[in-house]
């Protein structure tokens, strides 16, 4: 018995044409939602990277305050490449002596919109702190040593 050419040839069915569909429309979703991510993060990268000198600039001043009082006051500057800034400070003392924790917040304005910075560091002043509640610190700290002595 002789079959016809048409019999002999292997096709796909359906059910397998659908899932390999099925395969492909997932694989490029999952691509096309990192490419989008990818392209976000570099957005906001360049946006961080294009605001770096003027925080720097900025931020120079409560580096360099003497005094905490006008540290905490903040201030307002005006920037070399057009746009002012304004930047407040947080200043909370820790168990350390002329240790500072300090919360930066910082708005720059330009012709867009205003951009704005946070951030939180430790800064060593001892200018900032009060005689009486330096040796304070001092002997708490000497005391706490005392006690993990090593034998």
């Not at 490419?35 to 605001?51: C, F, I, K, M």
């Not at 704005?116 to 706490?144: G, M, Y």
Request: aromatic share 8%; net charge positive; charged share 25%.
């Amino acid at each position: 018995m002789l079959r016809s050419p048409i019999s002999r040839l292997r096709a796909f069915t359906l059910l397998e044409v659908l899932v390999a569909l099925a395969i492909f429309a997932v694989a490029a979703v999952v691509l096309g939602a990192t490419y989008v991510n990818v392209l976000a993060n570099y957005s906001a990268a360049a946006a961080r990277q294009e605001h770096e000198p003027d925080l720097r600039f900025v931020r120079a001043p409560l580096l360099g305050a003497p005094d905490r009082r006008k540290a905490e006051a903040g201030g307002e500057l005006a920037l070399p490449a057009g746009g002012t800034a304004r930047w407040t400070a947080t200043i909370t003392e820790t168990s350390v002596a002329d240790l500072f924790r300090v919360r930066w917040r910082c708005e720059i304005r330009t012709a867009g919109l205003p951009w704005v910075r946070e951030e939180n560091f430790l800064l060593l002043r001892p200018t900032w702190t009060d005689p009486a509640a330096r040796e304070k610190l001092r002997e708490s700290s000497r005391q706490r040593l005392s006690r993990r002595e090593l034998p």
